[in-house]
């Protein structure tokens, strides 16, 4: 744990502990939330069959990212989150969107 504390910055474990809470909580929320979503798309399993999961996953992706901001936020964790969240982006080719 002290390997993760240190490359995350993190100073306490309670910190670390409501981190491991937000990424629960988001994940769950993401999960249960796109079944609605989906719904109000007008995506239904009966319409794309074998592919309706994959087309579940990439739909839960953006829905995720802004929970998690949000969820962070909400714990008093916006500042972690919000660079843990620009640091992925970056890594996989969104870096245009954070020009510094």
Known sequence: ????????GIETNFQLTIIFVVFAITGSASAWL???????????????GFWFTPVRLLLIFPLYQLLLVLIGFIFGQFKFFWAFEKKMLKKMGFDFLFKE
């Open 1 to 8: 744990m002290e390997n993760l504390k240190k490359r995350w």
């Open 34 to 48: 796109s079944k609605p979503f989906c719904f109000w798309l007008g995506i239904t399993k009966t319409d794309l």
